[in-house]
């Protein structure tokens, strides 16, 4: 069973910048793609961003573009979100997903087999 942990959440201040981790357990982390989601108080689940196996492909939602950087070290297990420039409606509890590589968008979470449990980023003055 693949677990995946997030940490780096926090409140940060418009502008602000916070990079978010996500580890996962196993070393077969590799054959999996990854994405970040976040969900907002009262709105629906979205997808921020999503990286292929081997980080050749990278994706990222509109309302992210330009401001967030998704990576991964392979060697490391874990995927970084590096997001820079934050506004207020970046709030939000983010979650990192993994799943096995499929024809289905980065953004569809029906993609994503593995969850976990989040964590909250606050950007507020």
């Known amino acids: 069973q693949l677990h995946l942990v997030e940490s780096g959440g926090g409140l940060v201040q418009p502008g602000g910048s916070l990079k978010l981790t996500c580890v996962l357990s196993e070393l077969t982390e590799n054959y999996y793609s990854i994405g970040w989601f976040r969900q907002a108080p009262g709105k629906e689940r979205e997808g921020v961003s999503g990286?292929?196996?081997?980080?050749?492909?990278?994706n990222y939602a509109d309302s992210v573009k330009g401001r967030f950087t998704i990576s991964r070290d392979n060697a490391k297990n874990t995927v970084y979100l590096q997001m820079n420039s934050l506004k207020s409606e970046d709030t939000g509890v983010y979650y990192c997903?993994?799943?096995?590589?499929?024809?289905?968008?980065?953004?569809?979470?029906?993609?994503?087999?593995?969850w976990g449990r989040g964590t909250q980023v606050t950007v507020s003055s």
């Open positions: 997903a993994a799943g096995v590589a499929s024809p289905r968008p980065w953004f569809d979470s029906a993609l994503y087999g593995y």
């Open positions: 990286i292929s196996t081997y980080g050749d492909t990278t």
